[in-house]
């Protein structure tokens, strides 16, 4: 599909060409780099508009797959109540969404997303967009994806008494360590991550609603903690 102005002009799967003339707005998804342990690969959109007339309105939309064909699956986005609607596409998919209303403010937002965050909107480092689109013309939302770039964390534990090399410590003397994680001062809640005990082998941790785990740890042992996010304290 390609669109001038308000003119968008696809090639149907009948091998009929369309042509509609339309306000409306265009969302495109695109990522840098493909991450091979997401089997989904789906990324959500909110938007929401301004117009309180948009409220409970439901309008055509049409989607296109990776290779440029029209899906017919799916043909309307409803707005609720709120003026908030959502649409979903995969990498190299975008969607028109038509007779929109001239001069309204629809913003639009990707959730978050476990493989990936928002590099840029039409070539801009931003988090969000609002488009308001003129009468027959189309505003378009571009949006390129990158991976979330992972980490690991490891914690050693080393106890060191006051008679020194002469005391040994005993093996089964365990200690609780508490690890809290947080992004942007917000805790990291509900998450999990694999993760490997230097005795006991692999296992795996889950934050609470504090994003907080713990950890028993004797002396020498130590526990990692794999593919923690970028961001992430």
Do not use: C
Not at 49 to 78: H, L, M, P, R, W
Not at 201 to 227: I, K, P, R
């Amino acid at each position: 599909a390609v669109h001038v102005g308000g003119i968008v002009v696809w090639l149907g799967n009948n091998g009929v060409v369309s042509v509609a003339e339309e306000t409306g707005i265009e969302i495109a998804k695109t990522v840098s780099e493909v991450v091979p342990e997401d089997t989904n690969g789906e990324f959500t959109f909110m938007i929401v508009s301004d117009e309180t007339a948009d409220a409970g309105q439901t309008y055509d939309a049409i989607f296109f797959d990776a290779n440029g064909n029209e899906k017919t699956d799916i043909t309307t986005v409803t707005f609720d109540e709120n003026g908030e609607a959502s649409v979903t596409l995969k990498a190299n998919e975008n969607v028109y969404i038509l007779g929109l209303t001239a001069g309204a403010g629809y913003t639009i937002t990707e959730n978050e997303n476990e493989y990936y965050n928002v590099a840029a909107i039409n070539g801009e480092s931003v988090s969000s967009i609002t488009l308001t689109p003129d009468e027959g013309t189309i505003g378009r939302a571009a949006f390129v994806n990158a991976p979330i770039e992972k980490g690991n964390l490891t914690v050693n534990k080393t106890v060191v008494h006051d008679l020194g090399a002469n005391y040994v410590i005993p093996s089964d003397l365990e200690f609780t360590i508490e690890v809290q994680l947080s992004k942007d001062g917000s805790p990291v809640v509900n998450k999990s991550y694999s993760a490997a005990h230097s005795v006991d082998g692999e296992t795996s941790v889950t934050t609470d609603q504090n994003g907080m785990f713990s950890v028993e740890l004797a002396d020498g042992e130590q526990f990692t903690v794999y593919g923690i996010e970028a961001g992430i304290v």
